[in-house]
T-cell receptor, first 115, second 113 residues
Framework: AQKVTQAQTEISVVEKEDVTLDCVYETRDTTYYLFWYKQPPSGELVFLIR??????QNEISGRYSWNFQKSTSSFNFTITASQVVDSAVYFCALSETGGGNKLTFGTGTQLKVEL | DSGVTQTPKHLITATGQRVTLRCSPRSGDLSVYWYQQSLDQGLQFLIQYYNGEERAKGNILERFSAQQFPDLHSELNLSSLELGDSALYFCASSSGQGAFGYTFGSGTRLTVV
């Protein structure tokens, strides 16, 4: 069965600090997708990134970067120079191609960025 | 605007009642997924439809049912509502059966009183 663990329930940082959100996953499939979503206080789910299991290249998008390591089953997300607008709940999710393509979400990490 | 439309945005109803949540997928998308986000269960998958047919089922209660119509919109019916059914219900759509191009709607917040 697939499982996603986000051990950090809540993180508080001061603006301009770098912060890393951890995500560890479990799956028996060799082909799968990993996702990160942002849920701001308004409640919608905002897609950030999708990575397939065959692509271990790290990705950078502006202040966001992702580190995918199959050896440790981790897909961590780093925000560089955090801003108050980054305050939100961040979810990591897993989709197995053999699992009907549903998303299995972690419990989320609440990020609070303060001035 | 994600292109996935959910109505209503907010719903307040009493225990024991029945409600219907509606989802219009992004244009061209054949798959519709329903998710529930509650305080105690987190975000969990309920059910998937592809081109009118049920394709996958998650932790969906027997009191809940869904369908996808020929025009591809979907409805999630919740009956005999309990306080614990209060949650944010999301619909998502994708072009195929896969998670590629998954897009979420803004959700329907259901409050059962």
């Amino acid at each position: 069965a697939q499982k996603v663990t986000q051990a950090q329930t809540e993180i508080s940082v001061v603006e301009k600090e770098d912060v890393t959100l951890d995500c560890v996953y479990e799956t028996r499939d060799t082909t799968y997708y990993l996702f990160w979503y942002k849920q701001p206080p308004s409640g919608e789910l905002v897609f950030l990134i999708r990575r397939n299991s065959f692509d271990e290249q790290n990705e950078i998008s502006g202040r966001y970067s992702w580190n995918f390591q199959k050896s440790t089953s981790s897909f961590n997300f780093t925000i560089t120079a955090s801003q108050v607008v980054d305050s939100a709940v961040y979810f990591c999710a897993l989709s197995e191609t053999g699992g009907g393509n549903k998303l299995t979400f972690g419990t989320g990490t609440q990020l609070k960025v303060e001035l | 605007d994600s292109g996935v439309t959910q109505t209503p945005k907010h719903l307040i109803t009493a225990t024991g009642q029945r409600v219907t949540l509606r989802c219009s997928p992004r244009s061209g998308d054949l798959s519709v997924y329903w998710y529930q986000q509650s305080l105690d269960q987190g975000l969990q998958f309920l059910i998937q439809y592809y081109n009118g047919e049920e394709r996958a089922k998650g932790n969906i209660l027997e009191r809940f049912s869904a369908q996808q119509f020929p025009d591809l919109h979907s409805e999630l019916n919740l009956s005999s509502l309990e306080l614990g059914d209060s949650a944010l219900y999301f619909c998502a759509s994708s072009s195929g059966q896969g998670a590629f191009g998954y897009t979420f709607g803004s959700g329907t917040r259901l409050t059962v009183v």
